[in-house]
């Protein structure tokens, strides 16, 4: 049990362009979600943090009018990343809870590439 | 500011021995440890995890142990696989994290088992 879904796994897009990533949890209700970007050789960094129902929480220095994020439903939370330039190309991985106590459990991630 | 250190960007172990993996963390706030597992372009896979009320948790070849006074946690694999070749990384969390209960990650240990 306890499985996330992301969706697409890999997507190579011009710059400029708006790149939709989607995480669904597909046996359970995730009240929470989180976005994490990965950098070479470095650790997972948040990004946000977003429950169902309502605006997302954003770390510093992360914009939000960049990478927009919509947890419209307990089953699905999406990232679209606007105006995509080649710096934004990195691996960006979801992961869900149901909440406290529950544990988290990760998408497979999502390799962006900007040309 | 890195609240979740792995100072040991790799390690490398022969098949068979004890592969043990070090971490780190300034926050006396964190109460749940976590364990993931890396493979190149995937999204991590939960491993082991302990509570604070603990100072050991065992899972098959896998042991964390945790030191609160010296906030430090380890993972021991015994005994090392050449399949258990990967990064791994430490997250925790804690209730006085901004973003709920969001983890924080280490930077991650690259352990290479040779045969």
Partial sequence: ?115 | DQQVKQNSPSLSVQEGRISILNCDYTNSMFDYFLWYKKYPAEGPTFLISISSIKDKNEDGRFTVFLNKSAKHLSLHIVPSQPGDSAVYFCAASGRDSNSGYALNFGKGTSLLVTP
């Fill in chain 1, 1 to 115: 049990g306890a499985v996330v879904s992301q969706h697409p796994s890999r997507v190579i897009c011009k710059s400029g362009t708006s790149v939709k990533i989607e995480c669904r949890s597909l046996d359970f209700q995730a009240t929470t979600m989180f976005w994490y970007r990965q950098f070479p050789k470095k650790s997972l960094m948040l990004m946000a943090t977003s429950n169902e129902g309502s605006k997302a929480t954003y770390e510093q220095g992360v914009e939000k009018d960049k990478f927009l994020i919509n947890h419209a439903s307990l089953t699905l939370s999406t990232l679209t990343v606007t105006s995509a330039h080649p710096e934004d190309s990195s691996f960006y991985i979801c992961s869900a809870t149901r909440g406290a106590g529950y544990g988290y459990t990760f998408g497979s991630g999502t390799r962006l590439t900007v040309v």
